[in-house]
């Protein structure tokens, strides 16, 4: 008899994507005349720009010839990839990393999850909340996160830290000890992000109390702000205690290429069972070598050349192109008198549900009545209840169509 992973038996269906889809064709059956908008995703639409195109040919080329092929190449990444990274990431903002810091990786959504592997499950985890569901799921299946309490929104476990407008969705240090908080700036789904001052909070917090911060930054291209940190490195010390993951994905259109990094600092130390200080760059670097073969030379190309002055000057249009979007659906959706959050620094768009509408409510009459789709705050968490996120990465065409339908919405 083969036993399983009984953790998993634990995890729900995950029905938010799958309710929003029957949803839709039931609406698309009974009006298959309208042109429904969505603008739930959080995928990107526009296609990779020429030099990334070019990267991935010349690379390609080099694939094919005795002299310039590659096999199997280091677990961590090309150094190439790795002291671009760390030049134009980190060194341009005044923070010290180094390129055997950098852990290239297929992006950050595999690192989030396998992070789990070199830490305890004893550990008692933090998230903020409404919160990206990867961090919750993944510590149901290590089995770091108790039991799912009868209303189905919360684990036993977890320490949830809401983030609601009575906050300015600026999380409150907790008031119970966990050993791992999940920060995610700029944050999805809210949109939200926070300054330097309050990030320093974290930091000193989990300095002060021995605890590890697994710092989201799959979003910091979207910072327009110049006090926004991008980095959690910006804040003094914060190598001792943190863990940085970054994405290519919405930055420069990668979600289909699949290349991101994640930071494991060499100051960061970790316990053994015997209180003895671990490396935990030694640890992940242990874990990336036995159990990952690296990402393709391709993609490497392609990932390098998105810090070329060309290749930064094109992703930096693709950014503007959402953000545009975002700036239009943001002031479209103010005009109609709805409270907004978040789509300053961020590709995301928080709206508060008028006259107390549940999140799903929302859904509908959005739906209903005016053919595009959102996604439900609810799906992000027990605080996001009563919220509504709609994305910034639609085509603009289909925006533009959105916010006409918007202002004419008899709400
Ligand atoms: N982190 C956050 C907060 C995200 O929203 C996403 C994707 O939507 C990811 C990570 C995953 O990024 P990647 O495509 O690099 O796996």
Known sequence: MVSINDNY?????????????????????????????????????????????????????????????RGYGPEQGYRFLQEKIVACDFHARGVDIDADEIFISDGAKSDLGNIGDILSVKNRVAVTDPVYPVYVDTNVMGGRAGVLERDGQH??????LPC?????????????????????????????????????KWVDYALENDSL?????????????????????????????????????????FTGLRCGYTVVPKELKLYNCSGEKISANKLWNRRQTTKFNGVSYIVQRAAEAIYSPVGRAQIQE??????????????????????????????????????????????????????????????????????????????????????????????
């Open 9 to 69: 038996l634990k995890l729900p269906e995950s029905y938010l994507f799958s309710d929003i889809k029957k949803k839709v064709n039931t609406f698309k059956e009974l009006h298959p005349e309208a042109h429904v908008i969505s603008l739930g995703i959080g995928d990107v639409t526009r296609p990779l720009v020429p030099v990334l195109i070019e990267a991935l040919h010349a690379a390609v080329d080099e694939m094919g010839h005795t002299e310039t092929f």
């Open 213 to 253: 911060i697994l710092f989201d930054a799959a979003y910091e291209a979207f910072i327009h702000d110049e006090n926004i940190p991008h980095s959690i490195y910006e804040i003094e010390n914060a190598k001792k205690i943190a863990i940085e993951f970054r994405s290519f994905s919405k930055t420069a259109g």
């Open 318 to 411: 693709s950014i503007e192109y959402y953000m545009n979007n975002a700036r239009l659906l943001k002031t479209a959706l103010q005009d109609r008198g709805l409270q907004i959050y978040g789509g300053d620094n961020a590709p995301y768009i928080w709206v508060k549900t008028p006259n107390g509408l549940s999140s799903w409510k929302f859904f509908d009459r959005l739906l209903y009545e005016c053919y595009i789709v959102g996604t439900p705050g609810i799906g992000f968490g027990p605080s996001g209840e009563g919220y509504f996120r709609l994305t910034a990465f639609g085509r603009y065409e289909d925006t533009i169509e959105s916010i006409s339908r918007i202002r004419n919405w008899d709400l």
């Open 155 to 160: 684990w036993s476990h977890i320490i949830y």
């Open 164 to 200: 609601t407008a009575g906050n300015h969705f600026i999380p409150e240090l907790p008031a119970e000890r966990p050993d791992i908080i999940y920060l995610c700036y700029p944050n999805n789904p809210t949109g939200t992000t926070l300054s330097k001052a309050e990030l320093k």
